[in-house]
């Protein structure tokens, strides 16, 4: 069964900070999600990745996809408030499958 | 272009009642997914609907059965509610068959069951 586990579960962190959200999983999939979602609302997509080596970047975001260690990373340069939410990812396999989520507190 | 939209925001219901959720697709959709989200939790995914079949099933229990309509939209409806039935339900639509085209995902109705 595919399993999806992101670290950390909570993050706070200082404005300027960088910092790196893991996510692995258990099975081979060669496609991965990165959504947000901001308290009480809905989950926005930011990045798919769709193949091994795949580095996406948006802003102060980027995502990567390793599918041989079957881990994806999202990292964040130099943190503002504003990225302050919850980060998923999920793995396709005959389903989607999200991760817990890493709820990010970004801090003055 | 239309966004997904659901109804209602939110809703409460006893143990035993039955519901009924309503998600209208992303303009040129013709594939809806249903999500339950308990708090603290990442969604879990409960069917999907491609062109008004079934394509797809979680680990859901029967008594969660849905409908897709030739205008694509969709419903999700909950018998015999139970107390962990309370979540956020989320509905996500997307362009092709299967999980793996971009979802883009409503705003949920949040089912409260006492």
């Known amino acids: 069964e595919l399993k999806v586990e992101q670290n950390p579960l909570f993050l706070s962190m200082q404005e300027g900070k960088n910092y790196t959200i893991y996510c692995n999983y258990s099975?081979?999939?060669?496609?991965l999600y990165w959504y947000r979602q901001d308290p009480g609302k809905s989950l926005e997509s930011l990045f798919v990745?769709?193949?091994?080596?795949a580095v996406k970047q948006e802003g102060r975001l980027m995502a990567s996809l390793d599918t041989k260690a079957r881990l994806s990373t999202l990292h964040i340069t130099a943190a503002v408030h504003d990225l302050s939410a919850t980060y998923f990812c999920?793995?396709?396999?005959?389903?989607?499958?999200f991760g817990a989520g890493t709820r990010l507190t970004v801090k003055p | 272009e239309t966004g997904v939209t659901q109804s209602p925001t939110h809703l409460i219901k006893t143990r035993g009642q039955q519901v009924t959720l309503r998600c209208s697709s992303q303009?040129?959709?013709?594939?809806v997914s249903w999500y339950q989200q308990a708090l603290g939790q990442g969604p879990q995914f409960i069917f999907q609907y491609y062109r008004e079949e079934e394509n797809g099933r979680g680990n859901f229990p029967p008594r969660f059965s849905g409908l897709q309509f030739p205008n694509y939209s969709s419903e999700l409806n909950v018998n015999a509610l139970e107390l962990d039935d309370s979540a956020l339900y989320l509905c996500a639509s997307s362009a092709r068959q299967g999980v793996e085209d971009t979802q883009y995902f409503g705003p949920g109705t949040r089912l409260t069951v006492l």
């Open positions: 099975t081979t999939s060669d496609r």
């Open positions: 999920a793995v396709v396999q005959n389903d989607m499958r």
């Open positions: 990745l769709l193949s091994n080596g």
């Open positions: 303009s040129g959709h013709n594939t």
